[in-house]
C-alpha cells in the first residue's frame, strides 16, 4: 500500500532542502575539502604575527615552496591511488631509490641528462605499472603490496648508494634554482600542479577512480575498467615520486638512499588534511596540495614560538587528528542527511 500521493514529493522536498548546495557548486560534504584553505590562512596569520621575516623574508618564499614542490608532487600521486581506495606505500623505496640512480648512474650532462631522467621516469612507470598490476588481478591488500615493494626497491637504493653522497648532473641541479619572471620556481611548479589538476579533474578518467573508489562492483556494471584504471593511477603516482625524487636531488645535490621514507606518511597526512576520503570515492588534488602546505607550516610555527623541534611532530600529529575527526564528522551528518 502507497502513501498519499504527496508523499513522495514532499520527502524529496525535505531531502532538497537538507542536501541543497550552500552556494552553487558546493554542499556541506564538500566542506573538508575547503577546511585546509583555512588551516594555511590560520597558520600563515599566525607566523606572520609572530615572525613575519619567515614568510616575506629574503628568500623565504623559494626556500619555503622548495621544500612544498617534492610533497606536493607526492600528495597528488598518492591522492589519485586513495580514489580507488587503495594507498601507495612504494613512493619511498622508489623515490629513494631514483635519488641513488640520479647521483650516481643515470648524472650525465648535457643532452644525455633528458635521457637519464626520461629512463628514471620510465622506470617508476613500470614499477607503478606492478604495483596496479598485483592489487588489480589478485587482488591482495594495497596496503600489502607497496609495502612489499617499498621494500625491494628501499633494498635496491641501499645496494646502489650506501651512505648520502653522489653527484647528480649540474643541469638537474641549475634547472630547479632561480627565477623565471622574477617569480621562484618552486612557485611556478607548484602553480602548474593545480593547472594540470584543474585540466584533469573533469576527465573520465577521474571519474573512473572516483567510481571505483565508491562501489567497484557498481563500477564494474557501468562499463570502468577497473584492472586498467587502478595500474593507471598506480603508474601516475609513481612517475609523480620519481619527479619529486628529481627535485629533491637536485636540491640537496646528493642521493639518499633512504630519502624518499619520509614521504610516505608525510603524503598520507598531506592527502587527509586536504580531505580526501581514506574509504575512496571522494577528495581533490588541489586540497591535497595546500594539505602539503599546511603539513610544512606547522614547524615554521613552532620555530616562531621559540619551542624545539619536538613540538613540530607533535603539532603535525595534533592536527592530523582534529582534521581526520572534524572530516568523520562532517561526513557521517552528510551522509545521514
Same mark, same amino acid.
Given at each position: 500500500?502507497?502513501?498519499?500521493?504527496?508523499?513522495?514529493?514532499?520527502?524529496?522536498?525535505?531531502?532538497?532542502?537538507?542536501?541543497?548546495?550552500?552556494?552553487?557548486?558546493?554542499?556541506?560534504?564538500?566542506?573538508?575539502?575547503?577546511?585546509?584553505?583555512?588551516?594555511?590562512?590560520?597558520?600563515?596569520?599566525?607566523?606572520?604575527?609572530?615572525?613575519?621575516?619567515?614568510?616575506?623574508?629574503?628568500?623565504?618564499?623559494?626556500?619555503?615552496?622548495?621544500?612544498?614542490?617534492?610533497?606536493?608532487?607526492?600528495?597528488?600521486?598518492?591522492?589519485?591511488?586513495?580514489?580507488?581506495?587503495?594507498?601507495?606505500?612504494?613512493?619511498?623505496?622508489?623515490?629513494?631509490?631514483?635519488?641513488?640512480?640520479?647521483?650516481?648512474?643515470?648524472?650525465?650532462?648535457?643532452?644525455?641528462?633528458?635521457?637519464?631522467?626520461?629512463?628514471?621516469?620510465?622506470?617508476?612507470?613500470?614499477?607503478?605499472?606492478?604495483?596496479?598490476?598485483?592489487?588489480?588481478?589478485?587482488?591482495?591488500?594495497?596496503?600489502?603490496?607497496?609495502?612489499?615493494?617499498?621494500?625491494?626497491?628501499?633494498?635496491?637504493?641501499?645496494?646502489?648508494?650506501? #651512505?648520502? /653522497? !653522489?653527484?647528480?648532473?649540474? +643541469?638537474?641541479?641549475?634547472? $630547479?634554482?632561480?627565477? @623565471?619572471? &622574477?617569480?621562484?620556481?618552486?612557485?611556478?611548479?607548484?602553480?602548474?600542479?593545480?593547472?594540470?589538476?584543474?585540466?584533469?579533474?573533469?576527465?573520465?578518467?577521474?571519474?573512473?577512480?572516483?567510481?571505483?573508489?565508491?562501489?567497484?562492483?557498481?563500477?564494474?556494471?557501468?562499463?570502468?575498467?577497473?584492472?586498467?584504471?587502478?595500474?593507471?593511477?598506480?603508474?601516475?603516482?609513481?612517475?609523480?615520486?620519481?619527479?619529486?625524487?628529481?627535485?629533491?636531488?637536485?636540491?640537496?645535490?646528493?642521493?639518499?638512499?633512504?630519502?624518499?621514507?619520509?614521504?610516505?606518511?608525510?603524503?598520507?597526512?598531506?592527502? #587527509?588534511? /586536504? !580531505?580526501?576520503?581514506?574509504? +575512496?570515492?571522494?577528495?581533490? $588534488?588541489?586540497?591535497? @596540495?595546500? &594539505?602539503?602546505?599546511?603539513?610544512?607550516?606547522?614547524?615554521?610555527?613552532?620555530?616562531?614560538?621559540?619551542?624545539?623541534?619536538?613540538?613540530?611532530?607533535?603539532?603535525?600529529?595534533?592536527?592530523?587528528?582534529?582534521?581526520?575527526?572534524?572530516?568523520?564528522?562532517?561526513?557521517?551528518?552528510?551522509?545521514?542527511?
Amino acid at each position: 500500500m502507497t502513501g498519499p500521493p504527496w508523499a513522495d514529493s514532499a520527502i524529496t522536498l525535505r531531502t532538497l532542502r537538507r542536501t541543497r548546495p550552500l552556494f552553487r557548486g558546493f554542499t556541506r560534504a564538500d566542506l573538508p575539502l575547503y577546511l585546509p584553505y583555512g588551516y594555511v590562512l590560520a597558520l600563515g596569520l599566525a607566523i606572520y604575527f609572530l615572525q613575519s621575516r619567515l614568510i616575506n623574508g629574503p628568500g623565504a618564499l623559494d626556500a619555503r615552496f622548495a621544500l612544498i614542490v617534492p610533497l606536493a608532487l607526492v600528495a597528488f600521486g598518492q591522492t589519485l591511488v586513495m580514489f580507488t581506495r587503495g594507498i601507495d606505500l612504494s613512493i619511498g623505496g622508489l623515490i629513494s631509490m631514483a635519488s641513488a640512480l640520479l647521483a650516481t648512474h643515470l648524472n650525465a650532462g648535457g643532452g644525455l641528462m633528458i635521457l637519464d631522467l626520461l629512463a628514471i621516469l620510465a622506470l617508476a612507470v613500470l614499477v607503478g605499472a606492478l604495483n596496479g598490476a598485483l592489487i588489480a588481478y589478485t587482488r591482495l591488500q594495497p596496503f600489502i603490496v607497496t609495502l612489499a615493494t617499498w621494500s625491494i626497491w628501499g633494498g635496491v637504493a641501499f645496494a646502489i648508494l650506501e #651512505v648520502e /653522497g !653522489g653527484a647528480p648532473a649540474p +643541469g638537474l641541479i641549475s634547472a $630547479v634554482q632561480g627565477n @623565471i619572471a &622574477g617569480v621562484p620556481k618552486s612557485v611556478w611548479a607548484v602553480l602548474l600542479l593545480f593547472a594540470v589538476w584543474r585540466w584533469l579533474r573533469p576527465t573520465r578518467f577521474i571519474t573512473d577512480l572516483t567510481a571505483i573508489g565508491s562501489d567497484e562492483g557498481r563500477a564494474r556494471l557501468m562499463g570502468v575498467h577497473i584492472v586498467r584504471r587502478k595500474i593507471q593511477a598506480y603508474a601516475l603516482s609513481s612517475a609523480l615520486a620519481a619527479l619529486a625524487a628529481m627535485w629533491v636531488t637536485a636540491q640537496t645535490a646528493a642521493g639518499a638512499p633512504n630519502g624518499g621514507d619520509q614521504f610516505i606518511l608525510s603524503s598520507i597526512a598531506a592527502v #587527509v588534511l /586536504g !580531505g580526501t576520503s581514506i574509504f +575512496g570515492g571522494k577528495g581533490s $588534488v588541489a586540497s591535497s @596540495i595546500v &594539505g602539503a602546505i599546511t603539513f610544512l607550516m606547522i614547524p615554521d610555527l613552532v620555530f616562531a614560538l621559540n619551542l624545539t623541534s619536538f613540538w613540530s611532530i607533535f603539532f603535525q600529529g595534533l592536527i592530523l587528528i582534529v582534521a581526520v575527526t572534524l572530516n568523520s564528522m562532517i561526513q557521517t551528518r552528510a551522509g545521514r542527511r
